[in-house]
């Protein structure tokens, strides 16, 4: 009987830090668990943040200076790597800085035109045909005309484009503010993601 004693009371103590470990262990699960979902979070974050600063961003057009390229509504996809890696060509539908002289109607931050001269180009028109370094500019993408107001004789600076609206008699573009310098390009527009029914490439 005496040796019944301590064999008890040393079983007790056995099973107690068990049965504490047990308990432990969710919480701890639970904690690990909560820590990398804030982690999973804030990586989230900073990988939206940094695409939507040097790789692409969203855009929504607000007027119907582009179009029918871009209508009122529609929301664009801009690629900045294609400026920052790559070249812009005539034709390029690009969105920029706002040009201080920009004075056209209520403020805006930001503009989306369509390139039309490069730099040392030189821009005039006739009619409803812009010439570029003395030649015909033939448009094949869709603009409305007529082409008001002409354009005077333009010659574009270095690391300037002179940009236009696809809707020709109702843009506010280059020929009301002159060309823009290629720092306040922010990117090309490439895909049009809504409404669903106007999605595609550019």
């Known amino acids: 009987m005496p040796d019944d004693t301590p064999d008890h009371q040393t079983e007790i103590l056995s099973e107690n830090p068990s049965a504490t470990n047990s308990r432990v262990a969710p919480i ?87 390139v039309i001269g490069l730099p040392g180009d030189t ?28 354009i005077g004789k333009v010659v574009v600076p270095a690391n300037h484009y002179f940009m236009m609206g696809d809707n020709h008699p109702d843009s506010c573009d280059s020929r009301f503010w002159g060309s823009i310098p290629r720092s306040d390009v922010i990117g090309k527009a490439f895909i049009k993601i809504w409404p669903l029914s106007r999605f595609g490439f550019l």
């Open 123 to 150: 821009l005039t028109s006739k009619g409803n045909t812009i010439y570029i370094n003395g030649k015909a500019l033939k448009e094949t993408w869709t603009h409305y005309e007529p082409l008001t107001p002409a």
């Open 28 to 114: 701890r699960s639970r904690s690990r668990g909560l820590i990398e979902w804030v982690v999973i979070i804030i990586a989230a974050v900073a990988v939206s943040f940094l695409m939507r600063a040097y790789v692409v961003q969203t855009f929504y057009i607000p007027s119907g200076s582009m179009e029918p390229t871009l209508q009122i509504g529609d929301r664009i996809v801009v690629s900045k790597l294609s400026v920052e890696w790559g070249t812009i060509n005539r034709g390029d539908i690009l969105v920029f800085k706002a040009p201080p002289s920009e004075h056209c109607g209520a403020p805006v931050t930001d503009l989306v035109k369509r």
